[in-house]
């Protein structure tokens, strides 16, 4: 089972400030790995796909990056609604979670 | 509007079983492989089962293999999660989502809002 580690566990930024979430897999992934949001009570929606591609709907302020084993979502200025879980997702090998980053407010 | 309304939950006791459902519309069911992805109370999401458009593909989570089985019924664009044997460490909310193709080897597009399973005596 590929193992997905997400870096820091909890990040704290302060609204307009520029968010650095870091994804890591334990083997190769190639650019397989998808990012979800997840709101206290609410079901995860997907922000990118194929390590890069913004799904429909979502800003131009997410953006994510990386291929192999390193990957990172960054969040460009810190909008309210941005304060969430942050989830990547590798679907290369079956599918496996990384752990979850906390984006609080500062 | 593609939507995913997941039923089916409750309370069942340890060594229990429970048949969760997923009425999907909004999309062609049958030609999307479909998940269940789980969250227990206050932790991170946990992958349970995946089954490809057909059905004739199915996949399960070693923390589940043996004791849940996932199908579809593609005339009444329906996925369930036939879930036995169950422990504490199940309770979860489920949720199914949508593949973005057919078969394994790609992400999902959308998510039901989940159905709470409790398992406690």
């Known amino acids: 089972e590929i193992v997905m580690t997400q870096s820091p566990a909890t990040l704290s930024v302060s609204p307009g400030e520029r968010a650095t979430l870091s994804c890591r897999a334990s083997?190769?992934?190639?650019?397989?790995l998808a990012w979800y949001q997840q709101k206290p009570g609410q079901a995860p929606r997907l922000l990118i796909y194929?390590?890069?591609t913004r799904a429909t709907g979502i800003p131009a302020r997410f953006s994510g990056s990386g291929s192999g084993t390193e990957f990172t979502l960054t969040i460009s200025s810190l909008q309210s609604e941005d304060f969430a879980v942050y989830y990547c997702?590798?679907?290369?090998?079956?599918?496996?979670f990384g752990q979850g980053t906390k984006v609080e407010i500062k | 509007e593609v939507q995913l309304v997941e039923s089916g939950g409750g309370l069942v006791q340890p060594g229990g079983s429970l048949r969760l459902s997923c009425a999907a519309s909004?999309?062609?069911?049958?030609?999307?492989?479909m998940h269940w992805v789980r969250q227990a109370p206050g932790k991170g999401l946990e992958y349970v089962s995946a089954?490809?458009?057909?059905?004739?593909?199915?996949y399960y989570a070693n923390s589940v293999k043996g004791r849940f089985t996932i199908s579809r019924d593609n005339s009444k664009n329906t996925l369930y999660l036939q879930m036995g044997s169950l422990r504490a460490e199940d309770m979860a909310v489920y949720y199914c989502?949508?593949?973005?193709?057919?078969?394994?080897?790609?992400?999902?597009?959308?998510w039901g809002q989940g159905t709470l399973v409790t398992v406690s005596s």
């Open positions: 194929g390590a890069s």
């Open positions: 083997q190769s992934v190639s650019s397989n």
């Open positions: 989502a949508k593949g973005y193709v057919a078969v394994a080897g790609a992400h999902f597009d959308y």
């Open positions: 909004g999309f062609t069911f049958s030609s999307y492989a």
């Open positions: 089954i490809s458009s057909n059905g004739g593909s199915t």
């Open positions: 997702q590798q679907y290369n090998n079956w599918w496996t």
